[in-house]
């Protein structure tokens, strides 16, 4: 672009009024001959030039499903989130779908008595994840089932694989998670979600859902997971804290982002279908490598401690919720998200039609 002096790109017949009487106030060798500002003076033109549209054809609503009848608590560190029994959950689940929303991710509250050091639970065909996803699909057959694969809210450790003197077993957990991601198959899961960050798990699983003729069931990989604090309401939700330790020897290192694509290009190279990053907040850098590197598409975990955060401060008034929710949401989408998981779904949802 050539830039020519002020005086003859905008000769004062060609300003607005407004500029006019600015220009006139100001020495023309201060006139910027570029004004970003145009492209801005209206919502039809903001419309017109945004990069970004989020829709609600973009989000994932993550449910917690626990036994009983007629029962729903409201999760105490994630206002606005409930966990429903089985029969409840139909009920949201139609909520959700009547919405506009495509998918849902369930997380499972598991009795503590039926939770052991290798997650028996997980596989039982008959669990309560296995029942929800049939319910559901029978319920509402045209929304998407995602099943999350993890040992954590059937481990009486509270880990995501079998621990064994105060280590966390890889091989030997993969062997679980292969059992409890075909049983969510067989129950109707439309994509199995591996969140626990055992090494060569997505290929283990994609290798056995082949060999059982699942091949239409895919994988959603929890490729870049962090060892995050802001899963703690999470934890809350599922009774699911680690008993002992944390979580970083299986899930990656907050100050990682290389390691975040080396991680990436194993998930691909095992069959993932999507590969995702969580959090996605605190790691829009990593979102935004992630894209540059791959054509699947990616996902964004906008987890349960960036949504308490939001929350907490909307409630005190220090923040305006509505606003807050879409600018976040949309920043996740800007740094190269396809999908995100979050609990502000449903609300997301009701701003969009506004
Ligand atoms: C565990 C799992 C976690 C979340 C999803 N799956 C917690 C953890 O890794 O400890 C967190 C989701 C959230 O915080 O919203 N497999």
Redesign the pocket.
């Known amino acids: 672009m050539s830039i020519s002096p002020p005086e003859s790109a905008h000769p004062e017949s060609v300003l607005t009024s407004g500029a006019k009487v600015a220009a006139k106030s100001v020495s023309p060798v201060d006139v910027p001959v570029c004004r970003p500002r145009r492209l801005r003076r209206t919502d039809a033109l903001r419309r017109m030039v945004r990069e970004t549209v989020l829709t609600v054809d973009d989000l994932i609503y ?1 449910l917690f499903v626990m036994e009983g009848e007629g029962l729903w608590e409201e999760v105490p560190s994630m206002p606005d989130c409930f966990r429903y029994s089985l029969d409840l959950l139909l009920d949201e689940v139609k909520v959700v779908h009547d919405l506009g929303i495509g998918a849902i991710a369930l ?1 499972p509250l598991i009795p503590h008595h039926l939770k052991d050091n290798a997650g028996t639970e997980s596989y039982n065909p008959d669990g309560l994840i296995p029942r929800a996803v049939r319910a559901i699909k029978q319920a509402v057959p045209q929304i998407l089932v995602i099943t ?1 694969v ?1 040992l ?2 059937y481990s009486s450790e509270g880990h ?1 694989g079998i621990v064994n003197t105060g280590q966390i077993l890889n091989d030997e957990t993969v062997a679980v998670l292969v059992k409890q991601a075909l049983v969510q198959a067989e129950a109707g899961a439309d994509f199995v979600a591996p ?2 960050m055992m090494d060569g798990r997505v290929g283990a699983i994609r290798r056995a859902l082949d060999a059982e003729g699942w091949i239409n069931v895919g994988i959603l990989a ?1 490729s870049a ?1 962090y060892a ?1 604090a ?6 809350d939700a599922l009774e ?3 008993k002992f330790g944390d ?1 970083k020897t299986y ?1 990656m290192d907050a100050a990682n982002a290389r390691e975040a694509l080396k991680e990436m290009n194993l998930d691909i190279a095992e069959g993932a279908d999507i590969v995702m990053v ?2 996605a907040l605190a790691y829009l850098d990593v979102i935004f490598r992630i894209k540059q590197h791959t054509n699947l598409p990616v996902a964004a ?1 906008n ?3 960036e ?1 308490a955060m939001v929350k907490a401060a909307a409630a005190q008034g220090w923040i305006d919720e509505r606003t807050v929710m879409l600018e976040t949401l949309t920043s996740m989408k800007r740094a190269g998200a396809d999908v995100i998981l979050t ?1 502000f779904a449903k609300e997301a949802a009701l701003a969009l039609q506004q």
Request: charged share 25%; net charge neutral; no cysteine.
């Open positions: 993550p997380f999350d993890a954590d809210p995501d969140s626990d929890y997971k995050s802001y899963y703690g309401p999470f934890r699911s804290a680690p979580k899930q969580k959090p975990y987890v349960s401690g949504y609990y």
